[in-house]
């Protein structure tokens, strides 16, 4: 894991009795997947033309064959 902060860049401590992350600067506190969480979210890239396209795609064709089987189930 990051020693660091996602929020402020402060410097974190391992609390093993509460068995969280603790930011010396400001406070905030973090299980490990909360952490995860949050150091996925400040390092995600943003997405290229290609892949908006394919993930809109994606999104319709799922939307379209889930729309078929309630259809399916009604009949």
């Not at 997405?47 to 189930?73: F, N, V």
Request: proline share 4%; charged share 40%; net charge positive.
């Amino acid at each position: 894991m990051s020693p660091y902060c996602p929020d402020c860049g402060g410097r974190l401590n391992w609390d093993r009795k509460l068995k969280h992350y603790s930011c010396e600067s400001c406070g905030v506190t973090f299980n490990e997947a909360q952490l995860s969480d949050a150091m996925d979210k400040k390092f995600e890239r943003p997405l290229t033309d290609d892949e908006k396209t394919r993930k809109r795609h994606d999104d319709y064709l799922e939307w379209w064959l889930s729309d078929k089987d309630k259809k399916k189930k009604q009949a």
